[in-house]
Antibody, heavy 116, light 110 residues
Framework: EVQVLESGGGLLQPGGSLRLSCTVSGFSFTTNDMSWFRQAPGKGLEWVSSISASGDKTFYADSVKGRFTISRDNSKNTLLLQMNSLRAEDTALYYC?????????WGQGTLVTVSS | DVVMTQSPLSLPVTLGQPASISCRSSQSLVYSDGNTYLSWFQQRPGRSPRRLIYKVSNRDSRVPDRFSGSGSGTDFTLKISRVEAEDVGIYYCMQGIQWPRTFGQGTKLE
């Protein structure tokens, strides 16, 4: 059974930093591209960032470019999202998914709240 | 950016009756490999999104066969042959051909 588990969310002030983690099981992490998506309260889905299976290619939404960094540890089946210079508009439920072109296997999400 | 436009945004339905959601992209979603990267997602109230359909018409495992996807180029449709109570939620289309990935606004089935 495929399992995707995000963690690391929390409440923090504008300008702060946070690192999200996603651990997966039930599929070959090392051969799959991975992505982060987010959903602000009461809003639609938004793509945030993606990374190739080997980690050599990364992609970012303009809204997070220069502030967020996606990475992966294939030895630990873990996807990471380092978020710096957080803003109120980054408040959202962050989802980790397998794939980038038609993402399947979504986790339950981890909530990030940026507020003073 | 590829703009995805869904209609309607709200869809009142009657149990047992069919339902249809349209999704239009501002550019063709046919990739150089010949595939068309258009997916449909369901998000039930309080739940994570769940992929229903990928590459226009491929239904995910454990997705009931009352769901079907069709279309080509820039015009796509998600159909539910007979709506059931568990189908209530928001449906999104997404393009996977170009960065940034983009979603439609969502259609609320109610």
């Amino acid at each position: 059974e495929v399992q995707v588990l995000e963690s690391g969310g929390g409440l923090l002030q504008p300008g702060g930093s946070l690192r999200l983690s996603c651990t997966v099981s039930g599929f070959s992490f090392t051969t799959n591209d991975m992505s982060w998506f987010r959903q602000a309260p009461g809003k639609g889905l938004e793509w945030v960032s993606s990374i190739s299976a080997s980690g050599d290619k990364t992609f970012y939404a303009d809204s997070v470019k220069g502030r967020f960094t996606i990475s992966r540890d294939n030895s630990k089946n873990t996807l990471l999202l380092q978020m710096n210079s957080l803003r109120a508009e980054d408040t959202a439920l962050y989802y980790c998914t397998r794939g980038t072109s038609h993402p399947g296997d979504w986790g339950q999400g981890t909530l990030v709240t940026v507020s003073s | 950016d590829v703009v995805m436009t869904q209609s309607p945004l709200s869809l009142p339905v009657t149990l047992g009756q069919p339902a249809s959601i349209s999704c239009r992209s501002s550019q063709s979603l046919v990739y150089s490999d010949g595939n068309t990267y258009l997916s449909w997602f369901q998000q039930r109230p309080g739940r994570s999104p769940r992929r229903l359909i990928y590459k226009v018409s491929n239904r995910d495992s454990r997705v009931p066969d009352r769901f079907s996807g069709s279309g080509s180029g820039t015009d796509f449709t998600l159909k539910i042959s007979r709506v059931e109570a568990e189908d209530v939620g928001i449906y999104y289309c997404m393009q996977g051909i170009q960065w940034p990935r983009t979603f439609g606004q969502g259609t609320k089935l109610e």
